[in-house]
């Protein structure tokens, strides 16, 4: 999966998986968390918005189950 960069304030970095419908979106900070069972319109519908936040907030944060990757820049043990 190749991250894209994105112009938002809340994002810094958006991927998705068609095939496993996982969407994978990397915060400002160094957060990253994947999405699952994401509907490819939601992943195309975030890429075309004004406010990739916005969209967040109203259309994917709470409602999907998702799990907090290893923060970028973060060394593994």
Do not use: W
């Amino acid at each position: 999966m190749k991250r894209l960069p994105v112009d938002s304030t809340m994002l810094v970095s958006v991927a998705y998986s068609p095939d496993r419908s996982l969407l994978e979106l990397e915060f400002h900070g160094g957060a990253l968390y994947h999405f699952f069972d994401v509907p490819e319109a939601c992943f195309q519908q975030l890429m075309a918005s004004d406010s990739k936040g916005a969209y967040f907030n109203s259309n994917i944060r709470n409602r999907f189950r998702h799990q907090l990757s290893t923060a970028v820049g973060q060394k593994t043990k």
